[in-house]
């Protein structure tokens, strides 16, 4: 390509071409899906959003956490990862409800969706119920979603209870998550904790109190 085509091709761009990049690139980040920083457990091994294998135990700094349902078309395949038809987030103690982004919501709200019901998919539910946690690792203000299945809600619940009276908030604790032995599929647990930093707990609070509004608005 010449100099000569160079500068007609130049000359050619819209005056505007810079505002059309900027708010082609400010739509495409609106519409990123939340949680796209997450820690995946596939295999139990937890491996970062940049592909960093850590193995089965990991360092984590518990900021925040939703509770959330999510129905696949299907039997969820971690080698094939389908789309959910329908989702729900919620704050602890609310109701759930499909996000408003769903063209085809399952039903009004979760409690009287058919596909939350035991029974629904085999013997269990058709709705995968689970926790969505924002997490740091130590010595990082930069947050991660980890998601906790059904199984892991009510080892999860236990282990917060048991920081209440003890801390202001889990964020002022390093969690250290494992694989439950005693199961075949990955699920994570907290198995021992140690105090954070206060100075660097209060950090990750601020740097990621919008996080949940993300996950709650997506």
Same mark, same amino acid.
């Given at each position: 390509?010449? @100099?000569?085509? &160079? ?5 050619? $761009?819209?005056? %505007? ?10 739509? $495409? ?14 295999? !139990?091994?937890?491996?970062?959003? @940049?592909? +960093?294998?850590?193995?089965? !135990?990991?360092? $984590? ?40 982004? &769903?063209?085809?919501?399952? #039903?009004?709200? #979760? @409690? ?14 058709? #709705? ?7 997490? #740091?690792?130590?010595?990082? =203000? ?8 059904? =199984?892991?809600?009510? %080892?999860?619940?236990? +282990?917060?209870?048991?920081? !209440? ?10 969690? =250290? ?13 907290? =198995? ?6 206060? @100075? ?8 990621? !109190? ?9």
């Amino acid at each position: 390509m010449t @100099d000569t085509n &160079i500068a007609l091709q130049k000359d050619n $761009l819209p005056a %505007d071409i810079e505002a059309q990049m900027e708010a082609a690139f400010t739509e $495409l980040a609106e519409n990123m899906p939340v949680g796209s920083e997450r820690i995946s457990t596939k295999g !139990s091994q937890f491996k970062l959003p @940049d592909g +960093t294998v850590i193995g089965n !135990s990991i360092d $984590l700094v518990i900021v925040d956490w939703l509770d959330a349902n999510t129905l696949f078309p299907e039997a969820y395949d971690p080698n094939n990862p389908a789309e959910p038809i329908c989702y729900a987030n919620a704050k602890m103690g609310e109701k759930l409800i499909p996000s408003e982004k &769903i063209e085809n919501p399952q #039903c009004d709200n #979760c @409690d009287e969706c058919p596909n939350n019901e035991f029974g629904s998919r085999g013997q269990g539910k058709a #709705c995968k119920n689970e926790y969505k946690v924002v997490v #740091c690792l130590p010595n990082s =203000t930069d947050s991660m979603i980890i998601h906790l299945p059904p =199984t892991a809600r009510k %080892d999860f619940e236990k +282990t917060i209870k048991s920081y !209440s009276g003890k801390f202001k908030h889990p964020v002022y604790v390093i969690s =250290t998550f494992e694989f439950d032995p005693k199961v075949s599929y990955p699920k994570p647990v907290i =198995t021992t904790a140690r105090p954070n930093d206060p @100075d660097m707990a209060k950090q990750q609070f601020a740097n990621n !109190s919008d996080v949940k509004s993300n996950i709650l608005n997506s």
